[in-house]
């Protein structure tokens, strides 16, 4: 049974950098494609961004490009999604996921 668990959330200034990371057990992450998806309160989760499990390719949406990047570290079986230049509106629970699993969230909150 494979697992996946997030990490890296907390409390930042708008402007500041957070990076998360989804740590898999059970399976090995370079296989698979993993996305990032965030909720907000009182919103639908949406997905932000992911990394392709053949090339490694990126897609980010519109809302943080240039602001945050995906990435993998095999050898530690874990992907980041380092996230600069910090927004209110980044406030969300962040979770990453592969088809079969998805983790149980990481909490950002950004407030001065």
């Known amino acids: 049974q494979g697992q996946l668990v997030e990490s890296g959330g907390g409390l930042v200034q708008p402007g500041g950098s957070l990076r998360l990371s989804c740590a898999a057990s059970?399976?090995?992450?370079?296989?698979?494609?993993i996305g990032w998806y965030r909720q907000a309160p009182g919103k639908e989760r949406e997905g932000l961004s992911c990394?392709?499990?053949?090339?490694?390719?990126?897609y980010y949406e519109d809302s943080i490009k240039g602001r945050f990047t995906v990435s993998r570290d095999n050898a530690k079986n874990t992907v980041y999604l380092q996230m600069n230049s910090l927004k209110p509106e980044d406030a969300a629970v962040y979770y990453c996921?592969?088809?079969?699993?998805w983790g149980q969230g990481t909490q950002v909150t950004v407030s001065s």
């Open positions: 996921a592969e088809l079969r699993y």
């Open positions: 059970g399976f090995t992450l370079d296989d698979y494609a």
């Open positions: 990394i392709s499990s053949s090339d490694d390719s990126t």
